[in-house]
């Protein structure tokens, strides 16, 4: 019962900001560990940037400078700005969410999250 999606993907030139948007529906308790993973085809699934409940954030350090996820308690929105993207950016990027808090930063295991969007694919263009 509990619905993840997500939009706002694309095709765009290097240099280029693309900005990710999910919603998360269903959940009785949201407080809950949100992230977003890229996946490329032949490589495994990575998570990009995670937050938590209390709003803490955490990246793949190669992103920070970069990448921001946020999100909007209120309406259950999650979103990624990724600025400034590059060719290796290139991916189908998900939304993920767990109730589980005991870890929400990008080293938790993607296997570990619960729910799942079907992914929206970001093209990247040199």
């Known amino acids: 019962q509990v619905q993840v999606a997500e939009s706002g993907g694309g095709s765009v030139q290097a240099g280029g900001s693309l900005k990710l948007s999910c919603v998360v529906s269903?959940?009785?308790?949201?407080?809950?560990?949100l992230g977003w993973f890229r996946h490329s085809p032949g490589l495994e699934r990575e998570a990009v940037a995670t937050?938590?409940?209390?709003?803490?954030?955490s990246y793949k350090w190669s992103l920070r400078d970069r990448f921001i996820i946020s999100k909007d308690n209120a309406k259950n929105f999650l979103y990624l700005q990724m600025n400034s993207l590059k060719s290796e950016d290139t991916a189908m990027f998900y939304c993920a969410a767990d109730p589980r808090q005991e870890d929400c930063t990008a080293s938790r295991k993607f296997n570990t999250y619960d729910y799942w969007g079907q992914g929206t694919q970001v093209t990247v263009s040199s």
């Open positions: 937050i938590s409940s209390d709003g803490s954030t």
């Open positions: 269903g959940y009785k308790d949201r407080r809950d560990c």
